[in-house]
C-alpha cells in the first residue's frame, strides 16, 4: 500500500460516521508542517497569517509552538474580533475603509493596544482621523513598503500591485507624516514579496518557465534585500523605536529570514499545504486540510460523479485555481466540465472501484479558503478524528 493510500484509508475510517461534504485537518501533519516553517525560520519568529487558517482553534495550536508569534490578518473587521477574543498582536495585512472598524478601535484602549493598521498613504490617515467619532486612542500603524522587481527603467514589473512605496525616500515622507501626526505611533514596515513567496518554481511539463522563474526570483531577492535594508535605515532614522520589520512568506522563509534588516517572517498556507505549493523547489510540506465529496452516480465504465466541488480559488483563472482530486489516486476531471457548484464528473481507473457514498478527498488551490466552503474542520489523528472546531464561517463570520 502507498503512503497516500495509507492516507485514504486512515481518512475514510475516522470519518466513516460522517457524511459528505466534510472538512478535515491531519493534525499530524500540521504540527510537522509547523516545525519545517520554525526550521527554515531559522529562530525568528513567524506571524501566522490567518487568512490562510481561518480556525480560532488551529491558530491558538500554532501559536502555543515555540517559533510563532502574532497574527497577520486580512481585514480590520476580523482583526477586532481576533482581538476582543484574546489574541493580543494582530497586525492588518492590507488598508481598510471600515470607518466603523476604526471608530471601535479609536474608542478601546485593549483593542488599540492590541491591533496594528496598515497604511501606505497620508489619505488613509485622514479617514482613520474622519472615523474616529471622539475617540482618542492611538492608532498603532505598519507602513507596507512595495517588493516589486522593476526592470529596464520601470517599463517591465514583476510582483502584485499592492503599496506605491517602493524607495527608501517614498516611504521615510509617509513615515514622516505618520510620526509629526497626532493620535498615531508608526510601530513596523511589512513587506510581501508574493512574486518569490506565492509563486511556485517547478511548474510540471514547463522546464524553461521553471528556470526562468528561478532566474527571476534569485534576482528579486537579491533587489529587495538590498533595498529592504536601505528602507529600514531610513524609516528608523525616523522613527527609532521600530517595533518589527516583517517580510516573506511560506515559500520564501528561509531566503527573507536571512535578511538582517527583517526581524519576523509572515506565514500561514505552509500549515495546510495547499496544491499551489506543489509546484516548490525550497520545500516540502505533507498536505494537512483535505475535503472530501460524496460518490452520488456512476454513469458508466471508469466515471464516477460526486456531490458538488467547485470550489475554485482567487487569483487569475484557470485550471490551477481549481481543487485537485487526491485520494484515491489517479482519478481527474472531464475536461468538458471541470469542478461544478453541484456535480462534478470524474474520470479514471480508479472510479471503478468506487460505490454510491464513497468519498473522494480532494485538496484545494489555496489554504483557507477552503473554510469559506465549511462551518466545521474535524481534526485527525492517526485514524480517529479527535476533535471538531468552528471555522470561521462557523463561528457566524464571513469577513470578506
Known amino acids: 500500500m502507498t503512503a497516500r493510500a495509507a492516507d485514504r484509508a486512515r481518512y475514510d475510517r475516522a470519518t466513516a460516521h460522517l457524511d459528505a461534504p466534510v472538512a478535515i485537518v491531519d493534525l499530524e501533519a500540521f504540527d510537522a508542517n509547523a516545525d519545517d516553517l520554525a526550521r527554515r525560520a531559522g529562530g525568528k519568529p513567524i506571524r501566522v497569517a490567518s487568512k490562510s487558517v481561518r480556525c480560532r482553534a488551529l491558530l491558538e495550536r500554532v501559536l502555543a509552538r515555540d517559533g510563532f508569534a502574532g497574527i497577520m490578518s486580512f481585514t480590520l473587521a476580523e482583526s477586532l474580533w481576533l482581538a476582543r477574543s484574546g489574541f493580543e498582536d494582530v497586525l492588518l495585512a492590507y488598508p481598510s475603509a471600515d470607518r466603523a472598524g476604526f471608530a471601535e478601535l479609536a474608542a478601546d484602549p485593549k483593542l488599540a493596544a492590541a491591533v496594528t493598521v496598515m497604511v501606505d498613504d497620508p489619505a488613509q490617515l485622514d479617514l482613520i482621523d474622519a472615523a474616529r467619532q471622539g475617540g482618542r486612542e492611538t492608532v498603532r500603524v505598519c507602513l507596507e513598503l512595495d517588493t ?19 524607495s527608501p525616500t517614498e516611504i521615510a515622507e509617509v513615515a514622516r507624516t505618520v510620526v509629526r501626526r497626532p493620535g498615531f505611533e508608526l510601530v513596523g514596515i511589512m513587506a510581501y514579496e508574493g512574486h518569490v513567496a506565492g509563486v511556485g518554481d517547478a511548474v510540471a511539463g514547463r522546464p524553461l518557465r521553471s528556470r526562468a522563474i528561478r532566474l527571476m526570483q534569485a534576482a528579486a531577492r537579491r533587489e529587495l534585500a538590498e533595498r529592504r535594508a536601505a ?22 522563509v528561509q531566503h527573507t529570514a536571512g535578511e538582517d534588516a527583517v526581524t519576523e517572517i509572515a506565514a500561514g498556507s505552509g500549515l495546510y499545504v495547499p496544491r499551489l505549493f506543489d509546484n516548490y523547489t525550497s520545500f516540502r510540506g505533507r498536505p494537512a486540510a483535505l475535503f472530501a465529496q460524496p460518490v452520488v452516480r456512476r454513469p458508466g465504465v471508469g466515471v464516477v460523479t460526486v456531490l458538488g466541488g467547485g470550489y475554485p480559488a482567487s487569483g487569475a483563472a484557470g485550471p490551477d485555481r481549481l481543487p485537485v482530486p487526491y485520494l484515491p489516486e489517479g482519478l481527474r476531471y472531464d475536461p468538458q466540465e471541470g469542478a461544478g457548484e453541484v456535480q462534478t464528473p470524474l474520470l479514471g481507473s480508479p472510479a471503478d472501484d468506487l460505490l454510491i457514498g464513497d468519498k473522494v478527498w480532494f485538496r484545494h488551490a489555496k489554504a483557507g479558503e477552503l473554510c469559506e466552503r465549511f462551518d466545521t474542520l474535524h481534526l485527525v489523528e492517526g485514524d480517529r478524528v479527535t476533535a471538531s472546531v468552528p471555522t470561521y464561517r462557523g463561528e457566524g463570520h464571513t469577513f470578506l
Open 148 to 166: 516589486s522587481l522593476r526592470l529596464l527603467g520601470g517599463r517591465v514589473r514583476v510582483g502584485a500591485r499592492r503599496s506605491p512605496l517602493h
Open 231 to 252: 528602507v529600514v535605515r531610513a524609516v528608523r532614522a525616523v522613527a527609532p523605536g521600530l517595533e518589527f520589520v516583517n517580510g516573506g512568506g511560506t515559500g520564501s
